[in-house]
């Protein structure tokens, strides 16, 4: 089948550096995504990668490796604000197929 | 620009009545429109999705349906709710042109209690 998989929680401090990494098994995906929720809040889209490689978009970056079936995102200069579930979501016709969310907490 | 309403946002209601949850899109035409539900600190599950009017999959068979009675509005329904039913709901589009980022964006959401 397919499924990706997250770590359930990350910890990092104010102004540090954190990568959410994102394991999959499947194949035959456009891409990978990823999404941001605030608690309460809904997803909302922050990075694709449809090619190997590092993309970068302000403070996050996203990589994808797809002989690895691995990805990350790459969050810089942490504020508090980011504190936020993040989701990885590989592509396909119509659907995304979601992982289960990385609860990232920021320490000040 | 394009948006998405979805209400209500809060929703509480007895074990064994009905549901009718609703989503529009405005500013896009023949949107691929999305169901999903969120329980607690877990993440999205799929359970309908459209592809234009009148057309559903079903990710999950349960007690809800959807249907899709013009082009940018979603209905997300029960006839007798369950507890398990309970949960965050999100309505979702993205554009239906050959876009295979289907990059998805969500409504606010709406939070069902059933009790």
């Known amino acids: 089948g397919q499924s990706l998989e997250q770590p359930s929680e990350v910890t990092a401090v104010e102004g540090a550096i954190v990568q959410i990494n994102c394991t999959y098994q499947?194949?035959?995906?456009?891409?990978l995504s990823w999404y941001q929720q605030h608690d309460g809040g809904a997803p909302t889209f922050l990075s694709y990668n449809a090619l190997d490689g590092l993309e970068e978009t302000g403070r996050f970056s996203s990589f994808l490796s797809r002989s690895d079936s691995y990805g990350y995102l790459l969050l810089q200069e942490l504020q508090m604000k980011d504190s936020a579930s993040y989701f990885c979501a590989v592509s396909f016709n119509y659907q995304l197929i979601w992982g289960a969310g990385t609860k990232l907490i920021i320490k000040p | 620009s394009q948006t998405i309403h979805q209400w209500p946002a809060t929703l509480v209601q007895p074990v064994g009545s009905p549901l009718s949850l609703e989503c529009t899109v405005e500013?896009?035409?023949?949107?691929?429109l999305y169901w999903y539900r969120q329980a607690a600190g877990r993440g999205l599950q799929l359970l309908f999705y459209s592809v234009g009017i009148g057309q559903i999959s079903s990710e999950v068979p349960q007690n809800l349906s959807a249907s899709r009675p013009q082009d940018r509005q979603f209905i997300l329904s029960s006839k007798k709710l369950l507890l398990s039913d309970s949960g965050f709901y999100l309505c979702a589009w993205s554009a239906f042109e050959w876009d295979t980022k289907n990059i998805q964006y969500f409504g606010a959401g709406t939070r069902l209690s059933v009790l």
């Open positions: 499947t194949s035959g995906f456009y891409g």
């Open positions: 500013g896009t035409s023949n949107p691929n």
